[in-house]
């Protein structure tokens, strides 16, 4: 069966006919971490009457206000509130765990499909998200009339549908900086099968995306966990994902210091377009992103992109024409073009386990 997004399950709270937003209990935190609501309304990504509108739907409901104003000393949590917020970090917590314990089990479930053969026509490419690909797509069908199945997924999961035989390449990235071993590590148990091949594709920048102007002064990944600043995420199992979180152990920054860690999405627009929006103040991901929303962005790292392939596809006429097509000028030049973007020489394969050594 074809490779599904990550299966993902969410908790949902109602008070009789009102939902408990996520955006609520982000407002909630905020007044108990600012004491001051306009300040808590601007954390949360909300206008002050909205933020009281959601206040008072939520106090009307249970029966009690949520907020206490206090004259000239800013704004505070009620019992009410505090008892709310308390409950929810709790339950939502322990809840959590159950459903990340459901999601795994589901994706068994439908992990034991079994796998539909890659189609004898056209060319099946299971990669990390990426811009230089997603452009590519058309211009390699209309130019050969090849064919191609492009499906965006994290970089584990790529390389875990090229072992199980659904597509024919995987495209998975890890940072250009010494001592990433830890990080290579859990790409081994798949670039270590016996017989896959690996080729760097091209470089890219990753960093962080920040609205123009940079409003929050963020420089460095540190500065992800500083007080009012909202961050929106990539998901488990994403390159980018793994590679933040690398970087963040090495820096000794606490993923629960940073407000909006959980947060997800599942591409660099995704996360770009969040920031972009105002529902987020920063992200981690590829400057070509930032820039197609007009974002500022600050460097953090260089990343090598790579395709992996098992030796009986490298022999499929499709992927060779295809490989053929990113081997070439034209498509060197659309790398290029594309902010934080570098092409490489022409491509040569390696056995896979080569690269993470």
């Known amino acids: 069966m074809p490779l599904s997004p990550r299966i993902s399950a969410q908790i949902r709270w109602t008070l009789g006919p009102l939902e408990i937003e996520p955006r609520l209990v982000a407002l909630l935190e905020s007044v108990a971490r600012n004491g001051n609501l306009q300040a808590a309304a601007k954390s949360a990504g909300l206008s002050y009457r909205h933020a009281w509108g ?4 939520a106090g009307n409901s249970l029966g009690d206000q949520l907020v206490i104003r206090h004259q000239g000393r800013g704004t505070a949590l009620s019992p009410l509130g505090t008892k709310l917020l308390e409950g929810m970090v709790d339950v939502n917590g322990s809840l959590a765990a159950a459903l990340r314990e459901g999601e795994a089990r589901m994706a068994a479930h439908i992990a034991e499909a079994p796998a539909t053969p890659v189609a004898s026509t056209g060319v099946v490419l299971h990669a990390s998200h990426d811009l230089a690909l997603a452009q590519m797509r058309g211009v390699f069908a209309r130019a050969t009339g ?23 390449l995987a495209g998975f990235h890890l940072p250009a900086i010494p001592g990433t071993r830890t990080l290579a590590a859990q790409f081994l148990p798949y670039l270590g099968l016996r017989g896959w091949q690996a080729t760097h594709l091209l470089d890219r920048t990753q ?50 210091d940073i407000h909006g860690y959980t947060h997800e999405e599942f591409t660099h627009a995704a996360v770009a377009a969040a920031v972009a929006s105002g529902m987020a103040d920063a992200a981690f991901g590829i400057e070509a992103a930032a820039r ?18 098992r030796p009986a596809s490298l022999a499929r006429p499709g992927v060779r024409a295809l490989l053929a097509h990113l081997d070439s000028r034209a498509f060197r030049r659309l790398v290029n073009s594309l902010a934080g973007y570098r092409s490489t020489a022409a491509l040569q394969w390696q056995p896979a386990a080569q690269i993470i050594r």
């Open 292 to 309: 197609e929303h007009a974002l500022d962005f600050v460097p953090v790292v260089n990343e090598h992109y790579y395709l992996a392939a």
């Open 207 to 256: 960093g962080l995306m920040v609205r123009a102007g940079n409003p929050k002064q963020l420089q460095r990944l540190a500065d992800l966990a500083k007080s009012g600043v909202r961050f929106v995420n990539r998901q488990p199992g994403s390159g980018t994902r793994l590679c933040l979180d690398f970087l963040l152990s090495q820096q000794g920054v606490s993923p629960a």
């Open 54 to 57: 959601l206040l008072e739907a």
């Open 146 to 168: 090849i064919g191609l199945e492009l499906q965006f997924h994290g970089s584990l999961d790529c390389l875990a549908a090229l072992r199980r035989k659904q597509c024919d």
